[in-house]
């Protein structure tokens, strides 16, 4: 078990970690979130004893991590994944860290068996892409088959397959009786995989219990109602019999309504009293990613704000007129058209003049459009190309069989 009692780290002025307790217990996959910059690498560091705390400690089954004999057999992390000398294979780096703790040379074919790097064991890490360096830092965790695992961010640059791997492997690691303490952005994989939620905001305790009464305190359950779209008069009639009922409703984007403040066979209550056909009635509960960012909205230190452009566009020169706006761009469904093909796009044909067909659209047999060609002058007609003038009169010749050309010599 993890246990930081009054927790605080200090970098001059700026204060990282403030008076932080909380217990990470076995058993359980116990997620770490917080906005960036919020202090979970800095306490991440600390349970490891990389860093020093200002007031406060942390301790790993009743010791700090600095008093556990063989800490490598009791403590596995993965902080940082590019943390490997370039020049080594995947196999020595894991061996040279098995013959510092005393873990059997054998036990390195193990865990790059486990990871799925067997086959690159013997080529350069410096070469490995992320999803590989991130398999070979929690291999590196698991070389010791500890008890406690700690992963900060373990499923940066993994495919699908990898971060479901990553994620079936914390489950089963915790179904083993290990404590394991995963940090990372990702909410939806959150979901999926933590059973405890341990969340900070500028390096303080916002949060400590279970991801469902988490997501239950930070959101409001709603139920989603949608009248017949040809008869706008029947969800006017119904909002309102909502709202009378006390109900809160909130109109969205595709007509549907959202209800709070009533329970699905109340609002059903309601619509029948009414007179209003309903199309749908169901109940939605918010995301984890909704509730987190309910909890932290208030400490979020980078915030991004709407690109407005404003000076990075040239002006117009004089008498140019602004580009015409497409139509239905911005609209859900709107695809920008495709690029032009290459070889430069079609001069437009003067005017009057049919336009050719080109491209993988043109009638089979249609003469295709001629990118080089250049438009007539306004006023004229376009001139048809001329035969070039006849060479003058050569006397006849009696081909021989060294100029006939063969259809093979055609090439």
């Known amino acids: ?17 403030y008076n932080l307790s909380f217990q990470v217990r076995p058993g359980a996959v116990t997620g770490f979130l917080g906005p960036n910059g919020s202090g979970k690498s800095t306490t991440m560091r600390m349970i490891l004893g990389l860093d020093n705390p200002t007031a406060g400690h942390v301790t790993i089954g009743g010791y700090p991590y600095r008093k556990l004999p063989n800490a490598p057999r009791q403590v596995g992390a993965l902080l940082d994944a590019k943390a490997v000398h370039g020049g080594r294979s995947a196999r020595n780096h894991l061996l040279s860290l098995a013959q510092l703790s005393g873990i059997p040379a054998r036990r390195v074919d ?4 486990v990871v799925g790097l067997h086959d690159v064991a013997g080529r350069r890490s410096k070469g490995f892409s992320l999803g590989m360096g991130q398999r070979l830092g929690i291999a590196a965790a698991l070389l010791g088959d500890p008890q406690v695992l700690l992963f900060d961010e373990p499923v940066n640059g993994l495919d699908p397959e990898g971060i479901l791997w990553v994620r079936n492997l914390m489950k089963a690691l915790a179904a083993e009786g290990r404590t394991v303490f995963v940090s990372s952005h990702l909410m939806s994989e959150m979901a999926l995989t933590a ?6 905001g500028r390096g303080q305790l916002l949060a400590d219990m279970s991801v469902k009464d988490f997501i239950s305190a930070n959101s409001a359950d709603f139920a989603r109602v949608r009248t017949p779209d040809t008869e706008p008069q029947q969800r006017e009639k119904l909002s309102a019999a909502i709202t009378e009922a006390g109900g809160h409703v909130l109109p969205e984007q595709d007509g549907a309504l959202r209800v ?4 699905l066979p109340r609002i059903s209550d309601i619509a029948h009293d009414a007179d209003v056909r309903l199309w749908e009635l169901s109940p939605h509960q918010a995301s984890l990613e909704e509730a987190y960012m309910r909890m932290t909205q208030g400490a979020v230190d980078y915030r991004s704000t709407a690109d407005q452009k404003a000076g990075l566009q040239q002006p117009l020169p004089p008498g140019a007129q602004p580009p015409m706006p497409v139509p239905g761009q911005g609209q859900p469904g709107w695809y920008a058209p495709p690029p032009p093909q290459q070889g430069g796009q079609p001069s437009a044909a003067p005017q009057g003049a049919p336009q050719a067909p080109a491209g993988p659209y043109a009638a089979p047999g249609a003469p295709a459009a001629n990118p080089y060609a250049q438009p007539a002058p306004q006023g004229q007609a376009p001139q048809a190309p001329q035969a070039p003038a006849a060479p003058p009169a050569a006397p006849p010749t009696v081909p021989t069989a060294s100029d006939v050309t063969k259809p093979e010599d055609a090439r």
Do not use: S
């Open 1 to 17: 078990m993890i246990e930081a009692v009054g927790l605080t780290k200090r970098y001059g002025d700026k204060t990282a970690v």
């Open 110 to 113: 193990e865990v790059l068996g």
């Open 195 to 200: 059973d405890h939620l341990i969340v900070i």
């Open 260 to 263: 709070t403040g009533l329970p």
